[in-house]
């Protein structure tokens, strides 16, 4: 409790000005909605794949259809899912702060948008939209309402494959996405991390970054996490349960 004291002095201490607070979510953001976490998802039935050989390129031009059905199983339980109570939180706070939060997520599924965060910084992109696998020559180009239906949808014309719009191994983040979370993380006088492993960069990077440019770093994860070390205060805890208390009324010192 005394540490949860000491972030919620650090988040009130931050002021109010525009982009004082800036929180990197991760999968355990939405583990409370029921989405599994990115290495739990790998469970049941797709335990046998190892997580290249379902997102990314190389996996899906070899097996689409095993690709594209993992997806598929995977957004349902998104639009199955509903925000929780800390995607609530970090909603309700950037509405009583305009400006004041800035939320970068790795997240692919959509509950920071839904919960009110419309302006979220995706990192890895959006498991509900699609794209093209590759850069139609034709002009006009394949156009996704014209796609052919399949497992996955086609192009008709050229034959070109609809994919998920999430980044894969491998893959560039989205250079706008990232320019503007590094950019958060410059400015930030707190970050809030929550619900991540760090295990993937350069999404992880953002922690140091932050720190290195004087921001106070704050923790949240039931479990150690390889960026541990870049916290100045660790809360042992769930985005649910933890979120509401840090968030809550918190009046900053303005
Ligand atoms: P991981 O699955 O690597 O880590 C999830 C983290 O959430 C772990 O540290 C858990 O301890 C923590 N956790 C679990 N339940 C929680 C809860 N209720 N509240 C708070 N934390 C909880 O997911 P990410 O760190 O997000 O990339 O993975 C980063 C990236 O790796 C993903 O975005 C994905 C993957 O490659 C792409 O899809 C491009």
Request: hydrophobic residues 45%.
């Amino acid at each position: 409790m005394q540490q949860l004291q000491a972030a919620r002095a650090i988040l009130q201490a931050a002021g109010g000005r525009p982009g004082a607070l800036c929180v990197l979510t991760g999968a355990g953001m939405s583990a409370e909605s029921g989405i599994p976490t990115f290495r739990d998802a790998l469970s049941g039935l797709w335990a046998r794949f190892d997580p290249a050989e379902l997102a990314s390129e190389e996996g899906f031009r070899a097996h689409p259809q095993r690709v594209w059905d993992w997806y598929a199983e995977r957004r349902e339980g998104v639009r199955r899912a509903q925000p929780n109570a800390g995607h609530h939180a970090l909603a309700d706070h950037a509405r009583r702060w305009p400006g004041r939060l800035v939320l970068v997520t790795q997240n692919v599924d959509d509950l920071h948008q839904r919960a009110g965060n419309a302006d979220a910084i995706r990192l890895h992109g959006d498991i509900l939209a699609d794209r093209w696998l590759q850069t139609c020559p034709r002009r006009p180009a394949c156009s996704t309402p014209d796609a052919r239906p399949g497992r996955p949808p086609h192009c008709g014309v050229c034959g070109n494959l609809l994919r998920p719009g999430v980044v894969w191994f491998g893959e560039e983040l989205p250079p706008s996405a990232l320019a503007a979370a590094r950019s958060a993380a410059e400015a930030c006088t707190v970050m809030l991390v929550v619900g991540t492993s760090g295990a993937v960069w350069p999404a992880a990077g953002l922690v140091g970054q932050a720190r290195q440019h004087g921001a106070k770093v704050i923790i949240v994860n039931p479990a150690a996490s390889e960026i541990d070390d870049e916290a100045h205060w660790v809360l042992r805890g769930t985005a649910a349960q933890a979120l509401p208390l840090l968030l809550d009324d918190t009046v900053p010192g303005v």
